[in-house]
């Protein structure tokens, strides 16, 4: 089946500084990739669609240039928090589209800003 | 804009009892419905997928749901709970298949 990962899983860093967190579709190639966020206890909220090779299209309320998105390959997409807060520490969750309609999710990336 | 409800933040059930959680969507169009399920720390995983033809869907692990278009329902069943059943439930929809709508997940708890 189709398989989405993320790295890292988990990171911690300190307020200020900006963390990466990569996706890959290892086995199927995505045009289209979601970024979630998702508080404990609660739903996903989309953040942003990545379309490869073009610029990402981000929901309402959701800071561009500090959540950066970067699809540049059919395999990867990138978020970066920039100058992140504790406000910011979440678990965000990429998905990558298949065949029209079918979302394959990765694994998740805890992030924690102290 | 479209919505999901889904009824009961929190179910529990005993072992070998019927599972129901239940969703409803608010569409002008019948939409794509979903329903993942996820486990602690995890990402999501999908259980079953409604797009077009037979309403009532199988998926994977015992786990059935039945698109109602007059109810604009897609509740999901399982006739027989399993501790292993015990997780984060997320109903979803879907409008052309290129942005996703999500419930706020129902948590099932499965009694020994």
């Known amino acids: 089946g189709a398989v989405v990962s993320q790295h890292p899983s988990w990171v911690i860093c300190k307020s200020g500084t900006s963390v990466k967190i990569e996706c890959r579709s290892l086995d199927f190639q995505a045009t289209t990739m979601f970024w979630y966020r998702q508080f404990p206890k609660q739903s996903l909220m989309l953040m942003a669609t990545?379309?490869?090779?073009?610029?990402?299209?981000?929901e309402q309320g959701v800071e561009k240039d500090k959540f950066l998105i970067n699809h540049a390959s059919l395999t990867l997409s990138t978020l970066t928090v920039t100058s992140a807060h504790p406000e910011d520490s979440s678990f965000y969750i990429c998905?990558?589209?298949?065949?029209?309609?079918?979302?394959?999710f990765g694994p998740g990336t805890r992030l924690t800003v102290t | 804009a479209q919505s999901v409800t889904q009824l009961g933040s929190h179910v529990s059930v005993s072992e070998g009892a019927l599972v129901l959680l239940r969703c409803n969507y608010s569409?002008?169009?019948?939409?794509?419905l979903f329903w993942y399920v996820q486990y602690p720390n995890q990402g999501l995983q999908l259980l079953l997928k409604?797009?077009?033809?037979?309403?009532l869907v199988k998926g994977i692990n015992g786990f059935e749901a039945e698109f109602k278009k007059s109810e604009t329902s897609f509740h999901l069943t399982k006739p027989s709970a399993h501790m292993s059943d015990a997780a984060e439930y997320f109903c979803a929809v879907s409008p052309t298949g290129n942005q996703f709508y999500f419930g706020t997940g129902t948590s099932l708890t499965v009694i020994p």
């Open positions: 409604y797009t077009t033809g037979a309403t």
């Open positions: 998905s990558a589209l298949l065949q029209g309609n079918e979302q394959y």
């Open positions: 569409s002008s169009v019948p939409p794509y």
């Open positions: 990545s379309n490869e090779g073009s610029k990402a299209t981000y």
